[in-house]
Structures are given as structure tokens and as C-alpha cells.
């Protein structure tokens, strides 16, 4: 079993930073967690992979609308990662989602309820 829980989303202004939260918890994490990532997604639009990170290894991917805005990282201790959105803008306005892959699995599989992100001009 897996949970994984978001917070921290919000409207701010063009140009402000917000942090998301996604704390993970299961037996199913613990055992077999091997990639967490943000995906987001706005009605009318396919969605997309944000960033992600390796659970195991120092590894990141960022996709390059937010390279050098968004910063994601991990405390495994407490089974939680982080994105760190800085110099937001109107178009990264999107309802943003925690997602876990396991070992084993090609996909991300594992989602939480999601957290909107609303960034005005």
C-alpha cells in the first residue's frame, strides 16, 4: 500500500516561489520506492513531467520549461520530497501531482490527490 500526500500549493504573483510537499508512507514505499516526481497538468493539456528524482542514487531530471527555477530534493528519513518553485509564472499554473515508481515498474504508478498552483500576473 502506498499514500502519498501533497501540500504547499497556493496563488502567488508572477516572479513569486512557493515549496510542495509530498509525504510518502505504505509498506509498498518503503520497500520498493524507487523514483518519486512532480508531474502537473492543466484542462486542455496533456500531462507533463515536471521534475523527478531517484530514491537510491543522486540523480535529477528537470524538464526545461522550469531548468534553473525549480529545484526538487528528498529526505528520506522522513519518506518526503520537496519542489522548490522559484520565479513562478502564469504559465506554470497547473494542478501539480506527487507520483511514486517502484522497482520493477516502467511508469510512475502511484499518485497523490494533487495541489493546485496558480500563478497571476
Known amino acids: 500500500q502506498v499514500q502519498l500526500v501533497e501540500s504547499g500549493g497556493g496563488s502567488v504573483q508572477s516572479g513569486g516561489s512557493l515549496r510542495l510537499s509530498c509525504a510518502a508512507s505504505?509498506?509498498?514505499?518503503?520497500?520498493?520506492?524507487?523514483?518519486m516526481a512532480w508531474f502537473r497538468q492543466t484542462p486542455g493539456k496533456d500531462r507533463e513531467i515536471v521534475s523527478s528524482i531517484r530514491w537510491n542514487i543522486n540523480s535529477r531530471y528537470y524538464a526545461d520549461s522550469v531548468k534553473g527555477r525549480f529545484t526538487i530534493s528528498r529526505d528520506n528519513a522522513r519518506s518526503t520530497v520537496y519542489l522548490q518553485m522559484d520565479n513562478l509564472r502564469p504559465e506554470d499554473t497547473a494542478v501539480y501531482y506527487c507520483?511514486?515508481?517502484?522497482?520493477?515498474?516502467?511508469?510512475?504508478?502511484?499518485w497523490g490527490q494533487g495541489t493546485q498552483v496558480t500563478v497571476s500576473s
Open positions: 505504505g509498506r509498498t514505499f518503503r520497500n520498493y520506492a524507487y523514483a
Open positions: 507520483a511514486l515508481q517502484v522497482v520493477g515498474r516502467n511508469e510512475y504508478t502511484y
